[in-house]
């Protein structure tokens, strides 16, 4: 089996236990990580050496909540100005993800994968919508995913949004997706049941999914009480709150991810840690959106797994970090709200991601070799105590150097080594893009 040393490092192994490791070595062979010991101990012939400079190594980052899908946004200005998220959803992503074709995804997904590897990213948990080409369009995502080389777990947002047929569809492509990634059996591709939020999904619709859901033995990825129009058209039709109203149902459980939770109240933080439901806050896209601060502090003292995404607004996970620790210290004190969002990031989406997938997020022996080597030199006195402050105020601000997933070298001194043609894909995403927007 292939073999890579990465020495002169600092090794910041996060998890249960988290170290940091200096003089220390970490062997990588195959996909796994065969040992991590003091650099005397490894003697023997290797494939490849790497040595870290004094550098950074840690695992490679996880986004737990992502979409792909959004990539031609940028620099889209045919969207009206909108006042509320709901406008934001009218007027910008309901109008671009009917215009997604297969084509569209595949290279919608493809770009934010090579910008992952070139900021440390191996782990993604995707949210994807593409409401008139719905069937076949996670295996778009999965196609990049492998051509790429991350770990990927992929779901179809169900909505009654765009009438019956789609929603039949999107029921169709988690089903069926759910089924083939369980009997493909890879950990780098996984499969959640994805929905789109309460105030999209009929109870009808929802019913099904839960069912299918359970049959495909996988749990739900779900925007929940994002902005206070959910909450408030749940308790309109349904009597309820929307945590209530997806507990009643079926969906909460320890596969299952609430994405957002903005506007949850005690009640429904005590429904979450009951049946062990993850909370996946996105702060940079509530910003954007203007819909709210999640109380990280108060769902982190819940003892609820409370992880962290980016909600498409980038694939750099240290910018999340940062905008929960600012937003965090804004909704409360500056003495509040910091050791949450790094917990969130460093160790929850570990936990999180290691429900679908098996031995990553944390460097130790017999685990994946997803790896990131920090360009970061620490400036003053670095270990296990004082980790989190480097991480928010220097790492978050340095760049990824070189990026390792399943034992393979993605990215090196900053060069990417992708078997693909980068500024091909990338001038094939502009074109198509460009189409799309004539569509728009
Ligand atoms: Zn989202």
């Not at 969002?341 to 022996?365: C, D, H, M, S, T």
Request: hydrophobic residues 40%.
């Amino acid at each position: 089996m292939n073999t890579i040393l990465i020495k002169n490092g600092i090794i910041v192994t996060l998890g249960e236990n988290n170290k940091v490791l200096r003089g220390h070595a970490l062997l990588i062979e195959g996909n796994k990580i065969k040992k991590i010991a003091p650099e005397a101990e490894f003697t023997g012939k290797y494939d490849k050496v790497i040595d870290a400079h004094g550098r950074v190594v840690m695992p490679g980052f996880i986004n737990a909540h992502m979409h792909y899908y959004s990539t031609f946004s940028r620099g889209l200005g045919k969207a009206k100005p909108s006042t509320n998220f709901l406008e934001v959803l009218d007027n910008l992503w309901w109008r671009l993800d009917k215009k997604l074709t297969l084509e569209d995804t595949y290279y919608s997904a493809l770009i934010p994968m090579i910008e992952a590897v070139k900021h440390g990213t191996t782990t993604m948990i995707d949210h994807h919508a593409s409401p008139y080409h719905i069937l076949g369009s996670l295996h778009e995502i999965e196609k990049a995913s492998n051509l790429v080389g991350l770990r990927n777990s992929l779901c179809y947002e169900v909505s009654d949004r765009d009438g019956e047929q789609r929603a039949e569809e999107g029921l169709k492509e988690n089903y069926e997706f759910a089924k083939y990634a369980s009997r493909l059996n890879n950990n780098s591709i996984k499969a959640l049941f994805g929905l789109h939020a309460s105030f999209t999904v009929s109870d009808k619709t929802l019913g099904k999914a839960v069912e299918m859901a359970k049959d495909a033995g996988v749990g739900f990825h779900v925007h929940v009480a994002e902005g206070l129009a959910d909450v408030e058209k749940c308790q309109a039709e349904h009597g309820c709150r929307v945590i209530e109203r997806f507990h009643k149902a079926g969906v909460l459980g320890n596969k299952t991810i609430a994405a957002h939770c903005v506007h949850i109240n005690e009640h429904e933080m005590d429904l979450v840690k009951e049946t062990d439901t993850a909370i996946v806050q996105n702060p940079e896209s509530n910003a954007n959106n203007a819909i709210g601060t999640g109380d990280m502090v108060k769902i982190a003292a819940k003892g609820i797994l409370l992880g962290m995404g980016t909600d498409a607004m980038t694939v750099r996970m240290t910018n999340s970090l940062r905008m929960a620790v600012w937003m965090q210290h804004l909704t409360h004190d500056p003495s509040q709200g910091f050791m949450e969002p790094v917990n969130a990031l460093a160790f929850n989406n570990a936990k999180i991601a290691n429900r679908y997938f098996e031995g990553i997020g944390v460097l130790k022996e017999g685990y994946m070799a997803d790896i990131v080597i920090m360009d970061y030199l620490a400036p003053s006195p670095f270990d296990e105590n004082n980790f989190a402050g480097h991480l928010v105020f220097g790492m978050s601000d340095a760049i990824a150097d070189t990026t390792i997933a399943d034992g393979k070298v993605l990215m090196e001194n900053k060069v990417l080594k992708l078997n693909f043609d980068v500024e091909e894909a990338y001038a094939k995403s502009a074109e198509l893009a460009a189409k799309l927007w004539e569509r728009f």
